[in-house]
């Protein structure tokens, strides 16, 4: 039977399910695993809560696209995640560790119903996961990650840092992806941040940071990031893209989600000719709207792009005198105040334009409402997964 065993494959997966108490199957997989291979404890940061959830989330999601007999996306998202996985150092042998935790874990939990069936059909599942995300990771080539110096950091406001790095070597990706970035500060902490230029022949890499108010790593990342410190960058992800002859564009940019929009915006920049582009950039306050000068710049050299500033607050707070001052020169539209989903959708629905949408995961859900809400096609949106 194996994975045609739909009833065996449903059990499995409500094991791991986090709405079914899957985070203690979570757990208890962990401790065995880290029982039996302890070396591979290392691999991870100390609080683990998070990475039991999201693991659960992903088994669940695994088991059921195979109770539904679908093994094309499982066979796609495994191996991407054991391309992942390499920038952690996991070794040939802590992929067989981990599918000995897994199963026996599994069989204690579901120790009622085991039988042979149950336990054919747990091996053949867990034969699939492990040699897939092996064989992805076996088959990669190049370096799993890329070291860098950070060699510039501006404090453009309070909260947002805007990081230059010279990597040690250029890293390839697409205009508008996003990478895994590990900090010296917060070792074995990866977080996504989106390069905010295209990829540099010569190893030259920009990001745009925001301290998230109660947030692990971005505060330190904005405040205490120095020059000379060394960062570790791996894994392009993502696809949101423009196509050249797909007719006009809309971005909205929530903060330092302009990152990806600018790297497409300075790609396109390469071209004479191109569609339309209209960039909603917006803020809290007007001082945010940190990188003003730059899209200026570019819409002052590029007619094909119009650039329209957004504050969510019409006057700035007192602490703005500490940072740049961000107006540039006259020529952009007048900045607008009001949040972004209201101010975009004021000029209709956009349903003729691609559009994408980067920002903070509010921000980007209250926007596609917005846009939908007035009849913007779905499939015409484009944005990034909204976490980690
Ligand atoms: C695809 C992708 C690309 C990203 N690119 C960038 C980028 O270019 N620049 C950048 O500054 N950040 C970016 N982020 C966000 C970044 O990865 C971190 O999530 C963020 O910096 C918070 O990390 P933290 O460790 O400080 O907070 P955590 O300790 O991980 O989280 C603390 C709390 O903040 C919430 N939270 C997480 N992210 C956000 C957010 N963006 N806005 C509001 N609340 C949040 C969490 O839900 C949690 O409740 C991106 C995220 C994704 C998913």
């Keep these: 039977m194996g994975l045609d065993d739909r009833d065996g494959l449903r059990m499995l997966r409500d094991a791991v399910d ?41 088994l669940t ?11 094309e996306e ?16 996991v070794e040939r042998s802590q992929y067989f560790s981990m599918h000995e935790a897994l199963y026996t874990t599994l069989r204690s939990r579901l120790s009622d119903n085991w039988d042979d069936k149950l336990d054919d059909t747990a091996r053949a599942a867990l034969e699939l996961f492990i040699g897939v ?8 080539g190049g370096p799993p990650f890329c070291d860098g110096t950070v060699v510039e950091i501006n404090r453009v406001s309070r909260d947002i840092s805007v990081i230059r790095l010279q990597l040690d070597q250029p890293l390839p990706y697409f205009p508008g992806q996003y990478v895994t ?26 990001f745009h940071v925001r301290s998230v108010t109660g947030g692990m790593i971005s505060p330190t990342v904005v405040v205490e990031t120095q020059p000379g410190d060394r960062w570790r960058v791996s894994n392009p992800h993502g696809g949101m893209q423009i196509d050249r002859n797909g007719g006009d564009v809309l971005m909205v940019a929530g903060s330092t989600g302009l990152a990806p929009l ?5 790609d396109l920049a390469r071209f004479g000719e191109n569609p339309r582009v209209h960039l909603f950039f917006g803020a809290r306050y007007p001082c945010e709207l940190y990188d003003l000068r730059t899209l200026w710049q570019i819409a002052a050299h590029n007619p094909w792009l119009s650039v329209s500033p957004v504050s969510e607050f019409a006057q700035d707070p007192p602490w703005a005198a500490d940072y ?27 349903s003729d334009r691609q559009i994408l949408i980067c920002g903070g995961p ?12 007035k009849g913007a096609p779905p499939e015409q949106i484009q944005h990034d997964p909204l976490s980690g």
């Excluded at 709405?19 to 070396?39: N, P, Q, S």
């Excluded at 900090?183 to 920009?206: C, H, K, M, N, T």
């Excluded at 600018?262 to 300075?266: D, F, H, S």
């Excluded at 509010?362 to 809400?373: C, F, P, S, Y």
């Design 362 to 373: 509010d921000m980007v859900t209250a926007t596609v409402e917005a846009l939908t809400g």
């Design 133 to 140: 995300m092996y064989g992805a990771a076996d088959a990669e």
């Design 61 to 71: 999601f695994l088991f059921n696209e195979l109770v539904e007999q679908r093994a």
């Design 74 to 89: 499982p066979v796609a998202f495994l191996a991407q995640l054991g391309r992942d996985h390499r920038k952690y150092g």
């Design 324 to 350: 740049p001052d961000v107006q540039p020169p006259r020529g952009l539209h007048v900045r607008q105040t009001g949040r972004l989903p209201e101010v975009v959708t004021k000029y209709g629905n956009w």
């Design 18 to 58: 986090p709405r079914l108490g899957g985070v203690e199957t979570m757990r208890e997989f962990y401790t065995k695993w880290f029982a039996i291979d302890m070396a591979v404890r290392d691999l991870f940061p100390p609080e683990l809560t998070n990475q039991f959830t999201v693991f659960s989330q992903a």
């Design 262 to 266: 600018r790297a497409l915006i300075m």
């Design 181 to 206: 970035v590990q900090v010296p500060q917060w070792p074995r902490r990866w977080r996504y941040l989106s390069p905010a230029i295209p990829p540099d022949p010569g190893g030259a890499i920009e």
